[in-house]
């Protein structure tokens, strides 16, 4: 399935809260209440970091066998900068992160260099990551105004 | 709380299978058969259009009542073009979206041109539209090989 076309949805509920979907699955996203919501669920930006360090560890599960590489257990921790005036309009700093990093935590008998080579790889290949590190065409593709059914 | 680090976490299970984790709160990353995994959620690229909807959706409610606008539900569709070649690591196409589209559907008795003006606002200050569809620095901070503890 080479050239693919991904799909989510996101429905709004009460306050803050969305139910995220895509196929069968969803899950919910939330703001805490520092930020208005009433914190059933991470908030959108940290939903973003969560799936960059998910993408990447699977790129390694993928690819661990190309390197030669034997682990028995990865897992990434991810934290990114975002000044959160700007989505209050209250500054000209732009809305989304400035930048965002990673630890990769891997445990192997691999040598560092070895590791070093394979962890290159894994962030060159990650969708995830060249969707965040460079510039992607987003466009509004169509505002669907439903029409309230007033109660006659 | 104008700057902050967000942070999140990708623990790898078996398999592509991932839990991805923010504060307190987690759910499943994996990849359909088709991919390579074992269907038991959404996949990376996935979860980045849900949370953009989800960002998108939270931002009207936040700032409709500046717009004067009133709703009774508000949901968003969104799709990306990726082509899997790019992380199947036999192209050199980018390996993250090309383009995302996204329809935003709301109940509404305001005018379309309201409408339309509020959509424009919400494109322009979503933190994670921001974060996909402008360059972000990407950083690789460590790598931290855990040394296996070898039974006696």
């Not at 009460?14 to 208005?36: C, H, K, M, T, Y």
């Not at 990434?76 to 975002?82: F, M, R, S």
């Amino acid at each position: 399935m080479p050239k693919t076309t991904f799909k989510a949805s996101a429905h709004l509920q009460e306050g803050v809260q969305v139910i995220a979907r895509s196929r069968n699955f969803e899950f919910i996203i939330d703001e805490p209440q520092s930020l208005g919501g009433t914190d059933t669920g991470m908030n959108p930006v940290e939903a973003v970091l969560a799936a960059l360090g998910a993408c990447q560890a699977i790129v390694a599960r993928v690819y661990a066998k190309k390197f030669d590489i034997q682990f028995d257990d990865l897992w990434v921790e991810v934290e990114g900068d975002l000044d959160t005036d700007g989505f209050m309009n209250i500054s000209d700093v732009r809305r989304g992160y400035s930048e965002i990093r990673y630890n990769i935590h891997i445990a192997t008998d691999a040598s560092r260099e070895q590791v070093s080579k394979f962890i290159e790889f894994i962030e060159n290949t990650c969708p995830v990551g060249d969707t965040i590190a460079n510039p992607v065409s987003l466009k509004l593709n169509e505002i669907v105004i439903e029409r309230l059914n007033l109660k006659a």
